[in-house]
């Protein structure tokens, strides 16, 4: 348990600095989720962003692999054709 002060500041206690790996002068932010508040450090939550980028990045890749660029006959624009064989409809 922790006591707000008259300045709205509180401590934070040595196990819950330690978890998550908290030391002067790191920022920190407060996300709300649910009417519920967490503090998340920074860093760690820019991690995680950069992270989910590399995922994304990864994702194109597998997904661009179904596709290949050829260039149109008599044309100069480039068309994006499924590599796999397209079922005729009927």
């Excluded at 707000?4 to 920190?28: F, H, M, N, W």
């Excluded at 932010?29 to 962003?49: H, P, T």
């Amino acid at each position: 348990m922790v006591t707000v002060s008259s300045k709205y500041q509180i401590t934070l206690p040595a196990d819950i600095r330690k978890k998550l790996r908290i030391k002067a002068g790191d920022e920190v932010i407060f996300i709300e989720e649910n009417g519920k508040f967490f503090m998340v450090k920074l860093d760690d939550l820019m991690d995680e962003v950069l992270d989910s980028f590399e995922d994304l990045e990864e994702t194109e890749q597998e997904f661009r692999k179904g596709f290949r660029i050829y260039e149109a006959p008599h044309s100069k624009s480039a068309l994006l054709e499924k590599k796999s064989v397209k079922k005729e409809r009927r």
